[in-house]
């Protein structure tokens, strides 16, 4: 009686087991294959991204900057960059954009300019930058930039959003 009891647990234990890989199997798509045969993660590769740079223009005094509400490729991602990186933006830069799926414009997005320690000012070709800002998918933009009351120094050359 005994060995036949330990032969049901035995058993049920392993049915059980066996049941909850093939459901843990299941949930993950662990052994899930697309249609001709290959894993799912077999075919992943890096996205295909584009950056495109856009000059932003400066007023006479150097106070602002802007780039006028405009049509663009798509993008997700937008930043405001300089020439000089170790110059600062003294003052505000936002930007809006329109959704690409509804065609709606957000509010004024702002664009944080307290990078520290993030520059490698020593390297060829770096530039000073904003925080990157996850917009969605977008196809419009719209920027600003204005210095700060009583900003003596005005903005960086080379102003230019940049948009992936």
Request: no cysteine; hydrophobic share 35%; aromatic share 4%.
């Amino acid at each position: 009686m005994r060995v036949q009891r330990r032969v049901w647990t035995t058993a049920a234990v392993t049915t059980a087991a066996v049941a909850g890989v093939l459901v843990f199997q299941g949930v993950t798509g662990a052994s899930d294959a697309d249609r001709d045969g290959l894993a799912a993660d077999a075919k992943s590769a890096p996205a295909k991204s584009d950056v495109h740079r856009t000059a932003l223009k400066t007023s006479a005094d150097g106070d602002s900057a802007s780039l006028a509400r405009r049509d663009t490729e798509p993008f997700s991602l937008l930043g405001v960059t300089w020439t000089d990186p170790a110059a600062k933006v003294d003052g505000r830069v936002e930007a809006r954009t329109r959704s690409a799926a509804t065609g709606e414009w957000t509010g004024w997005l702002p664009l944080d300019t307290e990078i520290d320690g993030r520059t490698e000012a020593g390297r060829s070709g770096v530039r000073g930058t904003t925080e990157p800002r996850w917009v969605g998918p977008s196809n419009g933009v719209e920027v600003r930039v204005t210095s700060a009351d009583g900003a003596r120094s005005g903005l960086p050359d080379g102003l230019r959003l940049d948009t992936v």
